[in-house]
Structures are given as structure tokens and as C-alpha cells.
């Protein structure tokens, strides 16, 4: 059973899933950073508060968040088709993959940069830097031990939620696990997809908690 077709099966299934976490955590991004920090910006408590903008942004991501990615992968099908002209592959799934994520990416920022201590933040205001300035100078470089950190935090979500794109024929090692592990009952190649999945884990897990650690001035 584990010939060479079936190594080469699990090490293209690992290689289909570090293509859709990456790639779904970069677009995620792309889109979550900026709302992170137009919510920590038009807070009640920000450096340029705006209330009713707050708030239509705040139900906009908390009812993206709302949805379990089961549902939205289904859901976003006729768009994902329209956008790419299939519905299958790993490339299809970093559609709903980057839907599902951006807005808890937005979150993740939020919190990171409400970290910053309040008075750095003052200080700058009182030095005359503008809103731009204080979150590129002051906001995003203070917060990155915790960017860092959540980013990780981010990326094992996102592995977590490709392992159920197998479901609809997105690939990666949730896919192997279904079709062997589940489907035709060959509870090794389960195990081993498992396996994986834990290893690519830890190592993002540890990667981002050694980055956070060495850019975190307070050590």
C-alpha cells in the first residue's frame, strides 16, 4: 500500500495545502489589514473616531465572521466559478478560504494594535504627527511582536478550515483524508494526513512565536 504513488500523493497533498494556507493568508490580509486598522482608526477611543463608520464596518465583519466556513464554501460556489471558471482545485478554495478569513484577520489587527500603549500614541498626536503617520510610524511597528504572533494564529486557522474544502474536491490533505480515510476506510493514510496537518502546525506555531520573540523590544 505505501508505494511510491502513495508518498507522492501525501507530498503533493502537503504541497496543495501550504498553497492554499499561504495564499489564502496573504489575500486575507491584503484585505484584513487595512480593516483592522480602519477599525482601531474610527474607534470611539481612536485617533480619528467616526462613530457611524465604526459601526456599519463592525456589523460588516462580525457578520462575515458569523458564517462556518462549511456554509460560506458552499454558499460562494456560483462566485468562485464566475471569478476562476471551476469550483475545484486549490486555487477555487482560496476564494471562500480568503472570504472566510479576512475579516477574522481584520480582528486579529484590531487587537494587536489596541495593544499599543496609549500613551506613545498621545505622544505622537502631540508632536503634530498626522493620522497616516502614527499608524505607520507608531501603531504597526509597536504592534508587531503581536502581528507576528496572530499571523501565526491565523495561518493554523486557515490550514484548519482547507481540511474541510476537501469535502468539494479542494485537494490537499483533507482531500486524501476524506477519499482514503473516511470514504474507503484505509485508517493509515488517515492517520498520517493527521500527522501532517500537526507537524505544519507546529512548525508555523513556533516559526511565528520565534519571530514575535525577536522583534519584541520590551526584551
Not at 4 to 32: C, D, K, N, R, W
Not at 94 to 100: F, G, H, K, N, Q
Not at 167 to 179: N, T
Request: hydrophobic content about 55%.
Amino acid at each position: 500500500m505505501w508505494d511510491e504513488s502513495t508518498l507522492q500523493m501525501l507530498l503533493q497533498g502537503v504541497g496543495e495545502t501550504l498553497y492554499m494556507t499561504l495564499g489564502s493568508t496573504l489575500f486575507a490580509y491584503i484585505i484584513g489589514l487595512p480593516l483592522g486598522v480602519l477599525l482601531v482608526m474610527w474607534a470611539a477611543d481612536g485617533i480619528r473616531p467616526h462613530p457611524v463608520l465604526y459601526k456599519i464596518l463592525d456589523v460588516i465583519v462580525n457578520l462575515t465572521r458569523s458564517f462556518p466556513f462549511i456554509i460560506l464554501l458552499i454558499a460562494v460556489l456560483p462566485f468562485t466559478r464566475w471569478l476562476l471558471g471551476t469550483t475545484l482545485g486549490p486555487t477555487a478554495v482560496i476564494v471562500p478560504l480568503t472570504i472566510s478569513a479576512a475579516p477574522f484577520v481584520a480582528r486579529l489587527v484590531e487587537g494587536s494594535l489596541k495593544e499599543v500603549d496609549v500613551g506613545v500614541i498621545e505622544a505622537s498626536q502631540s508632536m503634530g504627527a498626522s493620522a497616516l503617520q502614527i499608524i505607520w510610524k507608531v501603531l504597526l511597528p509597536e504592534a508587531r511582536p503581536s502581528l507576528i504572533l496572530n499571523c501565526a494564529i491565523a495561518i493554523t486557522t486557515i490550514l484548519g478550515y482547507t481540511a474541510m474544502a476537501g469535502f468539494v474536491g479542494g485537494g490537499g490533505l483533507g482531500d486524501i483524508a476524506i477519499r482514503f480515510g473516511y470514504y474507503r476506510r484505509e485508517e493509515d493514510i488517515m492517520l498520517v494526513t493527521v500527522v501532517l496537518l500537526i507537524v505544519v502546525v507546529q512548525v508555523f506555531q513556533g516559526l511565528g512565536l520565534w519571530i514575535a520573540r525577536r522583534l519584541d523590544r520590551r526584551k
